[in-house]
């Protein structure tokens, strides 16, 4: 145990779980959504990340970058970052709705029992990440270091590198335009009404399996800007990084108030910084336990998570 | 979990469509679209006897019944012989990996499945950790008996049987105490984070669970054959997945009893209804702790088991994955069902090691590989197919098809 080398590295590791914790709020939307629309946890939400991953790696490697190239100019990054998102992005938003109409659409046409849903998405879990293990031998792969972490800002012994100004300014955007386009926007207001009441509000006229579609769309353009986030801050992926991350994603949506999207930003962010400093104190071999035992203290005082369970305030 | 999803209230225009996989204890008549008022009321008798298998059995006088119940569980023990049956023998048997070794990983993964049918299908709590406490179990028999623990006791595996079946147990209850309060989806991700946390444990004390480096000389089952080697040895699995077997059945008994007991009424109602079920005076939290402290004891046994045929453990075993796939077959098999749960505890554990050491046609690869993308498929279809599982509960199935005509849900 050490406290005091926590109080001595406060500054960084705030800085790098705060980073950290803005991936996982990312990915956690994708399990918010799909909860918060259809009560039921998106298993497969995990391998919409992973592959993802993949998408920006094999497309940065089609244009000739691997992990041991060169850094490329300002105009080159950009480009690059650019085409390795919209990969991402194309992949992981495709995979997310294969896995709709694969795994779910016919079980909801068939009335199936809620864990039908959980077993079918953990079905479809395996199916990918073990397909993708085949396929990349189960192997690490690099990935090109497209961003080479560079001090802006230096307070004390606290470094704020570019890389983590990018991924929390970007998560944080993202986090807030969702918020709008949910809240402010008709077809927001259609996945609020299917929310709250998934009858009435196809009497309505909101066309539900569209909603649903959509849903699962956003957690799937969510996931694969996370994705590239992540590659970039950790170097490299495998088969079942989507797996382990999207654990502590989903214990993220948990914690924040599962189905409420402002909930899976705080939550991703209060797991990044308390597995940070759990590491920092007990070691980082310790940081999900950590993170594990927070989130049970908190559900036990807070049942229903930091902010409450609701989407877009439709369930009070 | 155990809430109603967004989903179902879209059977009130379904129900009445050819497509409802549930329609195996539903009359006839409720196909051809009658209202939903005339066809609340308990089902009636003769629907229950319709031409199904079960229903067949269940019709049979009691004789007839434990005969039949009697020549299966002679079949059953008969299982490891199934290869010199001509024909069908070799399709079954596995090849990659020699079948009685295979019977006994199927025996176990059913012991789980069972353990966990206790907690999701008869009380309806959805558990994602699982195999926490498959790890209670084998660590706390690893710890007694394995000469690399720090206590050095030495036990022999029968000694420790009882307390690691107790531990297991304890447990359950304190996992379950201060967490049973939560509902559904809270509660799995807290039984998750409990399976981590003693994964994690278990890969970060070197010195005490001994993560990677594990636990060697595990002593097995005691008992000597007639020449005098022991019946429990390390070439041939057989007797293992006997005795496996053997608790199975007890195990069975033994649930079986508590389900048709007030405990069992209990779980019942509160899967049903919880607040309906706290209303009429039902302990909910006593029982829900019952079932979590149950389903821990046989999930615990199950542990034990493991540990006494393989003589090594260590945290490798215990990952998340394996507490998704009993959980799997839990669902699979269906729900609520004891035999639904041992055809798919046998299911999970068979089907990947039947693609094992088959070569693919188109690449000439062995299919192992592919063993896990072709399980997800399958459990894909099954589902989707069955969603109640392939021997889907009967009274769950009531519950749903009652469920489905209820107004939409809030």
Same mark, same amino acid.
Do not use: C
């Given at each position: 145990m050490n406290f005091s080398g926590l109080f001595h590295n406060l500054g960084p590791l705030t800085i790098t779980g705060l980073a950290q914790g803005a991936i996982i709020a990312l990915f956690a939307l994708g399990y918010t959504l799909v909860y918060g629309v259809l009560r039921l946890i998106n298993f497969a939400h995990s391998e919409v990340f992973m592959v993802g991953t993949f998408a920006a790696l094999y497309t940065w490697g089609f244009f000739g970058l691997d992990q041991n190239s060169p850094t490329p100019s300002l105009g080159g990054v950009i480009g690059y970052m650019l085409i390795g998102l919209a990969a991402a992005i194309v992949v992981s938003g495709a995979t997310a709705l294969l896995v709709e109409f694969v795994a779910y659409r016919p079980l909801r046409r068939r009335n199936a029992p809620p864990l039908a849903f959980l077993i079918t998405a953990i079905g479809a879990s395996l199916a990918i990440s073990s397909t993708v293990g085949v396929f990349t031998h189960q192997n690490i792969k690099g990935v090109p270091p497209l961003i080479r972490p560079a001090t802006v800002v230096h307070i004390g012994n606290t470094v704020i590198t570019n890389l983590q100004i990018l991924i929390i300014v970007l998560a944080l955007g993202l986090m807030y335009g969702l918020d709008r386009f949910v809240n402010h926007t008709r077809l927001g207001r259609g996945i609020r009404a299917v929310a709250q009441n998934p009858d009435s509000a196809a009497l309505m006229g909101v066309n539900k399996g569209r909603v649903i579609s959509l849903v699962f769309l956003i957690g799937g353009l969510m996931a694969g800007i996370a994705a590239v986030m992540y590659v970039l801050k950790i170097g490299d992926t495998k088969f079942d990084s989507g797996f382990n991350l999207g654990i502590e994603a989903f214990t993220a949506a948990v914690l924040g108030g599962i189905g409420n999207l402002r909930g899976a930003l705080l939550g991703g962010l209060v797991l990044g910084v308390a597995e940070n400093y759990v590491s920092g104190v007990f070691g980082t071999q310790w940081h999900t336990a950590g993170a594990f035992v927070i989130l049970i203290v908190i559900l036990m005082f807070l049942p229903t998570g930091l902010l409450g369970e609701s989407l877009g305030r439709a369930r009070a | 979990m155990t809430e109603p999803t967004a989903s179902e209230p879209r059977a009130t225009e379904e129900a009445t469509a050819p497509a409802t996989e549930a329609t195996t204890v539903v009359p006839a008549q409720t196909r051809s679209g009658m209202t939903a008022a005339s066809s609340l /009321?308990?089902? /009636?008798?003769a629907e229950v006897k319709r031409a199904t298998v079960r229903g067949w059995f269940g019709r049979q006088p009691w004789p007839v019944r434990a005969v039949f119940v009697l020549i299966f569980v002679v079949l059953a023990y008969l299982l490891p012989y199934i290869g010199n049956v001509p024909v069908i023998g070799p399709q079954i048997v596995t090849q990659g990996i020699d079948w009685p070794s295979a019977l006994f990983d199927m025996s176990y993964f059913v012991l789980l499945a069972l353990g966990l049918n206790v907690v999701v299908g008869f009380a309806g709590l959805l558990d994602l950790g699982y195999v926490g406490f498959f790890a209670v179990g084998a660590y706390t028999v690893a710890l007694l008996t394995s000469p690399d623990s720090v206590f050095n006791t030495k036990l022999a595996w029968l000694a420790a049987v009882p307390v690691a079946i107790v531990v297991a147990l304890l447990s359950g209850l304190i996992l379950g105490w201060p967490t049973l309060r939560l509902r559904g989806d809270y509660l799995a991700i807290v039984t998750l984070g409990f399976a981590e946390i003693i994964r994690i444990t278990a890969d970060s004390t070197p010195n005490f669970l001994r993560g990677d480096r594990g636990f060697g000389g595990i002593p097995h089952p005691p008992g000597n054959k007639a020449d005098g080697s022991a019946i429990f040895g390390v070439r041939d699995a057989t007797p293992y997945f006997w005795l496996g077997l053997s608790i199975i059945i007890l195990v069975i008994l033994a649930i079986r009893n508590l389900d048709r007991s007030r405990v069992g009424r209990s779980w019942l109602a509160i899967r049903e209804d919880e607040e309906a079920a706290e209303i009429m005076g039902v302990r909910t939290v006593k029982f829900k702790l019952w079932a979590f402290a149950i389903g821990a004891a046989v999930g615990g046994f199950g542990g034990v088991m493991f540990a006494g045929e393989q003589g090594f453990m260590n945290s490798s075993t215990f990952q998340l994955q394996f507490s998704i796939l009993v959980l799997a077959g839990v669902v699979m098999g269906g729900s609520g069902n004891m035999a639904g749960a041992i055809l798919g505890g046998a299911l999970i554990s068979y089907i990947p090691d039947r693609l094992r050491g088959i070569s693919d046609p188109? $690449?000439? $690869?062995?299919?192992f590989q592919w063993r896990f993308a072709l399980f997800g498929v399958v459990i894909i279809v099954i589902m989707i197919l069955r969603p109640q599982g392939i021997i889907p509960s009967r009274r769950r199935a009531m519950e749903l098809k009652d469920r489905a005509k209820e107004a939409a849900p809030q």
């Amino acid at each position: 145990m050490n406290f005091s080398g926590l109080f001595h590295n406060l500054g960084p590791l705030t800085i790098t779980g705060l980073a950290q914790g803005a991936i996982i709020a990312l990915f956690a939307l994708g399990y918010t959504l799909v909860y918060g629309v259809l009560r039921l946890i998106n298993f497969a939400h995990s391998e919409v990340f992973m592959v993802g991953t993949f998408a920006a790696l094999y497309t940065w490697g089609f244009f000739g970058l691997d992990q041991n190239s060169p850094t490329p100019s300002l105009g080159g990054v950009i480009g690059y970052m650019l085409i390795g998102l919209a990969a991402a992005i194309v992949v992981s938003g495709a995979t997310a709705l294969l896995v709709e109409f694969v795994a779910y659409r016919p079980l909801r046409r068939r009335n199936a029992p809620p864990l039908a849903f959980l077993i079918t998405a953990i079905g479809a879990s395996l199916a990918i990440s073990s397909t993708v293990g085949v396929f990349t031998h189960q192997n690490i792969k690099g990935v090109p270091p497209l961003i080479r972490p560079a001090t802006v800002v230096h307070i004390g012994n606290t470094v704020i590198t570019n890389l983590q100004i990018l991924i929390i300014v970007l998560a944080l955007g993202l986090m807030y335009g969702l918020d709008r386009f949910v809240n402010h926007t008709r077809l927001g207001r259609g996945i609020r009404a299917v929310a709250q009441n998934p009858d009435s509000a196809a009497l309505m006229g909101v066309n539900k399996g569209r909603v649903i579609s959509l849903v699962f769309l956003i957690g799937g353009l969510m996931a694969g800007i996370a994705a590239v986030m992540y590659v970039l801050k950790i170097g490299d992926t495998k088969f079942d990084s989507g797996f382990n991350l999207g654990i502590e994603a989903f214990t993220a949506a948990v914690l924040g108030g599962i189905g409420n999207l402002r909930g899976a930003l705080l939550g991703g962010l209060v797991l990044g910084v308390a597995e940070n400093y759990v590491s920092g104190v007990f070691g980082t071999q310790w940081h999900t336990a950590g993170a594990f035992v927070i989130l049970i203290v908190i559900l036990m005082f807070l049942p229903t998570g930091l902010l409450g369970e609701s989407l877009g305030r439709a369930r009070a | 979990m155990t809430e109603p999803t967004a989903s179902e209230p879209r059977a009130t225009e379904e129900a009445t469509a050819p497509a409802t996989e549930a329609t195996t204890v539903v009359p006839a008549q409720t196909r051809s679209g009658m209202t939903a008022a005339s066809s609340l /009321p308990a089902v /009636p008798e003769a629907e229950v006897k319709r031409a199904t298998v079960r229903g067949w059995f269940g019709r049979q006088p009691w004789p007839v019944r434990a005969v039949f119940v009697l020549i299966f569980v002679v079949l059953a023990y008969l299982l490891p012989y199934i290869g010199n049956v001509p024909v069908i023998g070799p399709q079954i048997v596995t090849q990659g990996i020699d079948w009685p070794s295979a019977l006994f990983d199927m025996s176990y993964f059913v012991l789980l499945a069972l353990g966990l049918n206790v907690v999701v299908g008869f009380a309806g709590l959805l558990d994602l950790g699982y195999v926490g406490f498959f790890a209670v179990g084998a660590y706390t028999v690893a710890l007694l008996t394995s000469p690399d623990s720090v206590f050095n006791t030495k036990l022999a595996w029968l000694a420790a049987v009882p307390v690691a079946i107790v531990v297991a147990l304890l447990s359950g209850l304190i996992l379950g105490w201060p967490t049973l309060r939560l509902r559904g989806d809270y509660l799995a991700i807290v039984t998750l984070g409990f399976a981590e946390i003693i994964r994690i444990t278990a890969d970060s004390t070197p010195n005490f669970l001994r993560g990677d480096r594990g636990f060697g000389g595990i002593p097995h089952p005691p008992g000597n054959k007639a020449d005098g080697s022991a019946i429990f040895g390390v070439r041939d699995a057989t007797p293992y997945f006997w005795l496996g077997l053997s608790i199975i059945i007890l195990v069975i008994l033994a649930i079986r009893n508590l389900d048709r007991s007030r405990v069992g009424r209990s779980w019942l109602a509160i899967r049903e209804d919880e607040e309906a079920a706290e209303i009429m005076g039902v302990r909910t939290v006593k029982f829900k702790l019952w079932a979590f402290a149950i389903g821990a004891a046989v999930g615990g046994f199950g542990g034990v088991m493991f540990a006494g045929e393989q003589g090594f453990m260590n945290s490798s075993t215990f990952q998340l994955q394996f507490s998704i796939l009993v959980l799997a077959g839990v669902v699979m098999g269906g729900s609520g069902n004891m035999a639904g749960a041992i055809l798919g505890g046998a299911l999970i554990s068979y089907i990947p090691d039947r693609l094992r050491g088959i070569s693919d046609p188109l $690449t000439h $690869t062995d299919l192992f590989q592919w063993r896990f993308a072709l399980f997800g498929v399958v459990i894909i279809v099954i589902m989707i197919l069955r969603p109640q599982g392939i021997i889907p509960s009967r009274r769950r199935a009531m519950e749903l098809k009652d469920r489905a005509k209820e107004a939409a849900p809030q």
